[in-house]
């Protein structure tokens, strides 16, 4: 190879980065608060999905096999470890009777053992490429990345607590779906 031939390499490298990166660039679907009566407000969810999602309805978010996210900020000091992992474990159970199963639901929770959650903090639940990677960013900045557990199926089982036929709040659901 020689020099002069370099930077022309390094331009169409970076060209074919940025047009992968643009073909998965996301969009906010939709945003909401999950309430509980008397408790208030426990988290702030985010619906990141492509531009080709932006106004499709549940069903179509939880068949696309395209990237996608959840972005969670826990609002309330309430939320621990354990509780976050009893009410997603409730939430997979909901998913289950509406269809959505899949075999990675221990593992995915499973993967929270060693997390400490404070309010503040934020789990980011990001499907691409035929997994579910998740990440846990302090309020500091902080960003632990967890686990990347392979399947569609999670990511439908996940995505189904809060836009499956039985959601874990229908107001949650709405808002994560309003028309944009």
Known sequence: MTLHRLPAIAIATLALVLAATASESLV?????????????????????????????????????????????????SLITRKRFVETTTEGFAKAAASGYTSPNTPAFLDQFANTEFK?????????????????????????????????LDLKQALFAIWLGATPAQESLKTSLLATP
């Open 28 to 76: 906010v679907r939709g945003s909401g608060i999950r309430t509980k009566p008397i408790l208030g407000a426990l988290y702030e969810l985010t619906l990141y999905v492509p531009e080709s999602l932006q106004a499709a309805d549940g069903p179509a978010i939880l068949g696309a096999d395209q990237p996608m996210a959840f972005h969670l900020t826990l609002k309330s």
């Open 119 to 151: 309010k503040g903090d934020t789990v980011i639940m990001r499907y691409a490429d035929g997994a579910l990677t998740t990440l846990y960013r302090t309020a500091g900045g902080t960003e632990t990345p967890l686990a990347t557990i392979p399947g």
